[in-house]
T-cell receptor, first 110, second 113 residues
């Protein structure tokens, strides 16, 4: 069935780049997404990428999609303490529902 | 004002009690969703509704029921709450067509004692 996998934790130093990785199983997914959840808050859409794209850049965020390997990554340049949060990868599934990974907790050390 | 609101934000209830969580949206979206979030398990879909007359079970619907009272309102009920329903509950909305991005409410933290 459909599944989205991502590592649970990532720790980086302030100013470094963060790379959060995700793998998915449904090769027919039309869209892939990255969401951010700050403590005590709901999920906020960061960005999404259409499946026929390889890369999407938005300010400090770069999304890379390797459709052959079903691998999605989110790179955050110049990571700040305010980027500390849980990041969820998701894929679009049948009927437009989303399948979410378990989330990667990013800790940024000063 | 927030586009997706949830009430209550926090609730403590006892085993066996009936409880309703409410969700309202001003985004004009047709689709609405209920998820629960547990540490280490991510988000799991409980129920979803594509319009007022179209309600579907998600991955973990047992022990829950829903009502779509209007396009803007979608409520989740626990008929007889049990402790393993202690979790963070999120409502979300999306448009009918792609890219299907979902917009989340702030969540309801439910504790069942």
């Amino acid at each position: 069935g459909e599944d989205v996998e991502q590592s649970l934790f990532l720790s980086v130093r302030e100013g470094d780049s963060s790379v959060i990785n995700c793998t998915y199983t449904d090769s027919s997914s039309t869209y892939l997404y990255w969401y951010k959840q700050e403590p005590g808050a709901g999920l906020q859409l960061l960005t999404y990428i259409f499946s026929n794209m390889d890369m999407k850049q938005d300010q400090r965020l770069t999304v890379l999609l390797n459709k052959k390997d079903k691998h999605l990554s989110l790179r955050i340049a110049d990571t700040q303490t305010g980027d500390s949060a849980i990041y969820f990868c998701a894929e679009s599934a049948s009927q437009g529902n989303l399948i979410f990974g378990k989330g990667t907790k990013l800790s940024v050390k000063p | 004002d927030a586009d997706v609101t949830q009430t209550p934000r926090n609730r403590i209830t006892k085993t066996g009690k009936r409880i309703m969580l409410e969700c309202s949206q001003t985004k004009g979206h047709d689709r609405m969703y209920w998820y629960r979030q547990d540490p280490g398990l991510g988000l799991r879909l409980i129920y979803y509704s594509f319009d007022v007359k179209d309600i579907n079970k998600g991955e973990i619907s047992d022990g829950y029921s829903v009502s779509r009272q209007a396009q803007a309102k979608f409520s989740l009920s626990l008929e007889s709450a049990i402790p393993n329903q202690t979790a963070l509950y999120f409502c979300a909305t999306s448009e009918r067509g792609g890219p299907y991005e979902q917009y989340f409410g702030p969540g309801t933290r439910l504790t069942v004692t």
